[in-house]
């Protein structure tokens, strides 16, 4: 299986923040990574696919980078809306599919 | 807007069995592949299953493979996930979740629904 490994696991920022949150693979997924934003009590949502490109209606403060093993999700400038868990996924292997084990973003 | 609500979760005992459903509207169901992911509570996502768009293609992780089975009803717009000899472990939300990628196996998920919770206790 590939090991997905997210840091931090928990991350405290402000309101206008830039905010990078890191993913490791334990082997290559060339640039086969999505990343989703999670609020308690919903589902997750899709913000970006193959490493780097934004889905549509996300706002563009979101962007993913990297490729290999090694993929960051920033923010730009960080908004009230987006206190939320940040999950990444690899889909190089699908057997199985495997999600990183999330960041949560809180309010410092 | 794109719709898919899960039914079906509730309270079983361990060694049960229940039946998922995932109601897909407003988006041409029998051309996409669908997945189940699951979360246990307080926990993060895991994927589940995968089923292509004819329903030729599936994909299971290893946690439930030969328990868990999962189908589709392309004239019903429905998907489904039986789930046999439950465990504790299987105790979580389940979500159904549609999948953007343009292969016959999982990638990665544009559409999911609210989920519904299976709780497997005595």
């Known amino acids: 299986d590939i090991q997905m490994t997210q840091s931090p696991s928990t991350l405290s920022a402000s309101v206008g923040d830039r905010v990078t949150i890191t993913c490791r693979a334990s082997?290559?997924?060339?640039?086969?990574l999505a990343w989703y934003q999670q609020k308690p009590g919903k589902a997750p949502k899709l913000l970006i696919y193959?490493?780097?490109s934004l889905e549509s209606g996300v706002p563009s403060r979101f962007s993913g980078s990297g490729s290999g093993t090694d993929f960051t999700l920033t923010i730009s400038s960080l908004q009230p809306d987006d206190f939320a868990t940040y999950y990444c996924q690899q889909y190089d292997s699908y057997s199985p599919l495997t999600f990183g084990g999330g960041t949560k973003v809180e309010i410092k | 807007e794109v719709q898919l609500v899960e039914s079906g979760g509730g309270l079983v005992q361990p060694g049960g069995s229940l039946r998922l459903s995932c109601a897909a509207s407003k988006l041409t169901f029998s051309g996409y592949s669908m997945n189940w992911v699951r979360q246990a509570p307080g926990k993060g996502l895991e994927w589940v299953s995968f089923?292509?768009?004819?329903?030729?293609?599936?994909y299971y992780a290893d946690s439930v493979k030969g328990r868990f089975t999962v189908s589709r009803d392309n004239a019903k717009n429905s998907l489904y996930l039986q789930m046999n000899s439950l465990r504790a472990e299987d105790t979580a939300v389940y979500y159904c979740a549609r999948d953007q990628g343009s292969y016959s196996r999982p990638e990665y998920f544009d559409y999911w629904g609210q989920g519904t919770l299976v709780t497997v206790s005595s």
């Open positions: 082997q290559s997924i060339s640039s086969w």
């Open positions: 089923i292509s768009s004819s329903g030729s293609t599936t």
């Open positions: 193959k490493g780097s």
